[in-house]
């Protein structure tokens, strides 16, 4: 007996229903009934959101079932095959109380990402050196009126001598920090880099007896 036959697949078009059945039987095997109640769930957003012509991908649905257990998950995967929506199904699906940070290296790579989550109804903004210093943008921010907030590495450390502004608020805001249930880092190869001096001959690593901002907000409220 397969566990998805306790849930109702007969609601699903054919097209999802086999999607359902072509898992690997590895993974089918170790879901709990709370984890497939998630793949039932990811399978039938994606049915109705694409009118039965689509169905999520097999390291999707095992990302969100990781991701909503609580565990650490690097996905590895080719262009366009699909790492965005690993990053979508979980804040579809899980607490919507919770925000999501998403560390993203290029600005342009963060206003794709910004029509890519708004279009599924997911209220994200882009924070970066252009990001405007509104007090209402920033009281919105820190009230978690955004879900996912795109946020560029260089935000979590001092530049000059000054904190950014989103840096700060992880350090003065025990509810901000609180509210984050998912902390996403997209192109993660570029993470040696983050700190390092963008235009400088200089190679020296960021001062690691300092850290960043969100490293010291996310140690002092773990």
Request: net charge neutral; proline share 5%.
């Given at each position: 007996?397969?566990?998805?036959?306790?849930?109702?697949?007969?609601?699903?078009?054919?097209?999802?229903?086999?999607?359902?059945?072509?898992?690997?039987?590895?993974?089918?095997?170790?879901l709990s009934f709370e984890q497939a109640q998630?793949?039932?769930?990811?399978?039938?957003?994606?049915?109705?959101?694409?009118?039965?012509?689509?169905?999520?991908?097999?390291?999707?649905?095992?990302?969100?079932?990781?991701?909503?257990?609580?565990?650490?998950?690097?996905?590895?995967?080719?262009?366009?095959?699909?790492?965005?929506?690993?990053?979508?199904?979980?804040?579809?699906?899980?607490?919507?109380?919770?925000?999501?940070?998403?560390?993203?290296?290029?600005?342009?790579?963060?206003?794709?990402?910004?029509?890519?989550?708004?279009?599924?109804?997911?209220?994200?903004?882009?924070?970066?050196?252009?990001?405007?210093?509104?007090?209402?943008?920033?009281?919105?921010?820190?009230?978690?009126?955004?879900?996912?907030?795109?946020?560029?590495?260089?935000?979590f450390f001092r530049n000059n001598g000054h904190?950014?502004?989103?840096?700060?608020?992880?350090?003065?805001?025990?509810?901000?920090?609180?509210?984050?249930?998912?902390?996403?880092?997209?192109?993660?190869?570029?993470?040696?880099?983050?700190?390092?001096?963008?235009?400088?001959?200089?190679?020296?690593?960021?001062?690691?007896?300092?850290?960043?901002?969100?490293?010291?907000?996310?140690?002092?409220?773990?």
């Amino acid at each position: 007996m397969n566990i998805f036959d306790l849930l109702h697949t007969e609601e699903l078009s054919p097209n999802a229903q086999k999607s359902l059945e072509e898992l690997s039987p590895s993974f089918v095997e170790s879901l709990s009934f709370e984890q497939a109640q998630i793949i039932f769930k990811a399978t039938s957003w994606f049915d109705k959101q694409f009118n039965g012509t689509k169905t999520p991908r097999e390291f999707q649905l095992q990302s969100t079932v990781a991701t909503l257990s609580g565990q650490n998950v690097v996905v590895r995967a080719g262009t366009g095959y699909g790492k965005t929506m690993a990053m979508i199904l979980p804040l579809l699906l899980g607490d919507q109380s919770k925000i999501a940070i998403t560390i993203s290296p290029l600005k342009l790579l963060q206003k794709n990402h910004v029509h890519e989550f708004e279009q599924y109804g997911i209220k994200t903004i882009q924070i970066n050196e252009d990001t405007p210093d509104d007090k209402n943008l920033w009281k919105d921010i820190a009230q978690g009126v955004y879900k996912n907030i795109l946020v560029a590495p260089e935000q979590f450390f001092r530049n000059n001598g000054h904190l950014p502004r989103l840096a700060f608020i992880m350090l003065t805001s025990r509810a901000f920090v609180k509210s984050i249930g998912v902390l996403n880092c997209d192109e993660a190869h570029m993470i040696q880099m983050a700190g390092l001096p963008r235009w400088s001959e200089s190679r020296a690593q960021p001062d690691e007896r300092e850290g960043s901002a969100s490293q010291r907000a996310l140690h002092s409220y773990a």
